[in-house]
């Protein structure tokens, strides 16, 4: 079982920052994916960002929507994953959830991943 717990959402204007963490507990992978998504107000769970890690390898996933702007990073002394947001825009508003899997290869798809946090309220004023 792995919990997981995010951090950092708020409130900010359009073409400010923030960054998220997502702290990791519970059992550990060998090599998996931590992941980050994001739902709006009736809209679907997308995905925002990935990162697997396997033998000192690390590779990073974006959605286009966020390429360029968002970057995701982990602290492996603190078993932590963060989503550094800049030049934030009001569609990015939303609901931010880390994901976990174990495993695997790259997948953009909710359903892939076995454990979730709580989310994060992000809010982009224009």
């Known amino acids: 079982q792995v919990q997981l717990v995010e951090s950092g959402g708020g409130l900010v204007q359009a073409g400010d920052s923030l960054r998220l963490s997502c702290a990791a507990s519970?059992?550990?992978?060998?090599?998996?994916?931590m992941g980050w998504f994001r739902q709006a107000p009736g809209k679907e769970r997308e995905f925002v960002s990935s990162m697997m890690w396997s033998n000192g390898r690390t590779n990073t996933y974006y959605a286009d929507s966020v390429k360029g702007r968002f970057t995701i990073s982990r602290d492996n002394a603190k078993n932590t994953v963060y989503l550094q947001m800049n030049s934030l825009k009001p569609e990015d508003t939303a609901v931010y959830y880390c994901?976990?899997?174990?495993?695997?290869?790259?997948?953009?798809?909710?359903?892939?991943?076995?454990?979730w946090g709580q989310g994060t309220q992000v809010t982009v004023s224009s």
């Open positions: 519970g059992r550990t992978f060998s090599s998996y994916f």
């Open positions: 994901a976990a899997r174990s495993g695997g290869t790259y997948d953009a798809r909710p359903s892939a991943y076995d454990y």
